[in-house]
């Protein structure tokens, strides 16, 4: 059997004395879209970050194609194949949507983001954003600025910058949050796509619905520990995540 493409063993974050995340251990194969769900606050995005590189552990590592990629800064990662979008959204501005992939596209040439942004009249880095802004269905939108457009453009917009380097495994951290029902399950079906094409796909979302719908396997965090790993159904009628859920649930409410 073939190495996994992700392997995260016994990752522990502390935030002053706060453990993040407490000895996650999961592995995924190459091709997979699996989704990582958990309430608010369980360490999803935390984990998540300690495999791009943007929080280091203070315990455990992080292969990728089975090299150890725990000691690497973040644009090593980057180039060695992980491409990660933001649960917050923050474009560039006052540049266009094509720009934006644009630029990103160019990270990898030049590693530097000021010469990527003088590099990003290329024709062929343009052509490349241009397909990644068809894929996500936000092409109609490639000459406007960020500001003046609706927040489902936006995570759509983030997608494609993630795309950009064209990553072994994509990260997506709530792509869905903020959407409406259509725009979400359109965004969940361009994700699948991307999926089908070939990219491997970590998903963290708090839409269950789509998350159930696309994702062939559920990782479930709670309080920074996996406490379910399976298939969806499974999952979700496991008594251990619906406690997690009604747990959090009673806290928000308490
Ligand atoms: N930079 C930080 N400094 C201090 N504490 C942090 C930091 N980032 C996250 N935390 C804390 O770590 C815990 C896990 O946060 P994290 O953002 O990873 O959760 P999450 O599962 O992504 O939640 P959500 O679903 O709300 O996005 C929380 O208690 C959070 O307050
Ligand atoms: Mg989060």
Redesign the pocket.
């Given at each position: 059997m073939s190495a996994p493409l992700l392997d995260v063993r016994d990752i522990e974050v502390r935030?002053?004395g706060?453990k993040?995340v407490d000895g996650a251990s999961f592995s995924q194969a190459r091709g997979t879209l699996t989704g990582l769900i958990?309430p608010?606050?369980?360490?999803?995005?935390?984990?998540l970050r300690t495999v791009t590189g943007t929080v280091r552990p203070v315990a455990g590592a992080v292969s990728l194609d089975g090299r150890d990629i725990s000691a690497l800064p973040v644009h090593r990662r980057a180039r060695l194949g992980l491409g990660m979008s933001n649960?917050i959204v923050r474009p560039f501005r006052s540049m266009t949507v094509l720009d934006n992939v644009a630029l990103a596209a160019g990270l990898d040439r030049t590693r530097n983001p000021l010469a990527a942004l003088l590099a990003v009249g290329r024709t062929e880095q343009q052509a490349r954003a241009r397909d990644l802004l068809d894929l996500v269905g936000i092409a109609d939108a490639a000459d406007a600025e960020p500001e003046n457009l609706p927040l489902g453009y936006l995570k759509r917009l983030e997608v494609a910058r993630a795309l950009a380097l064209a990553p072994k495994l994509l990260l997506l951290d709530?792509p869905l949050a903020g959407l409406n029902h259509v725009e979400a399950g359109r965004l969940a079906d361009t994700i699948a796509t991307i999926n089908q094409t070939g990219t491997t796909i970590l998903l963290?979302e708090?839409n269950l619905s789509e998350v159930m719908r696309i994702c062939g396997r559920l990782l479930v965090?709670d309080q920074g520990r996996l406490i379910a790993d399976g298939a969806p159904r499974e999952v979700m009628a496991d008594p251990a995540v619906r406690a997690a859920y009604m747990g959090a649930e009673a806290d928000a409410a308490a």
């Amino acid at each position: 059997m073939s190495a996994p493409l992700l392997d995260v063993r016994d990752i522990e974050v502390r935030f002053d004395g706060l453990k993040a995340v407490d000895g996650a251990s999961f592995s995924q194969a190459r091709g997979t879209l699996t989704g990582l769900i958990g309430p608010n606050g369980a360490g999803k995005t935390t984990l998540l970050r300690t495999v791009t590189g943007t929080v280091r552990p203070v315990a455990g590592a992080v292969s990728l194609d089975g090299r150890d990629i725990s000691a690497l800064p973040v644009h090593r990662r980057a180039r060695l194949g992980l491409g990660m979008s933001n649960q917050i959204v923050r474009p560039f501005r006052s540049m266009t949507v094509l720009d934006n992939v644009a630029l990103a596209a160019g990270l990898d040439r030049t590693r530097n983001p000021l010469a990527a942004l003088l590099a990003v009249g290329r024709t062929e880095q343009q052509a490349r954003a241009r397909d990644l802004l068809d894929l996500v269905g936000i092409a109609d939108a490639a000459d406007a600025e960020p500001e003046n457009l609706p927040l489902g453009y936006l995570k759509r917009l983030e997608v494609a910058r993630a795309l950009a380097l064209a990553p072994k495994l994509l990260l997506l951290d709530e792509p869905l949050a903020g959407l409406n029902h259509v725009e979400a399950g359109r965004l969940a079906d361009t994700i699948a796509t991307i999926n089908q094409t070939g990219t491997t796909i970590l998903l963290i979302e708090h839409n269950l619905s789509e998350v159930m719908r696309i994702c062939g396997r559920l990782l479930v965090l709670d309080q920074g520990r996996l406490i379910a790993d399976g298939a969806p159904r499974e999952v979700m009628a496991d008594p251990a995540v619906r406690a997690a859920y009604m747990g959090a649930e009673a806290d928000a409410a308490a």
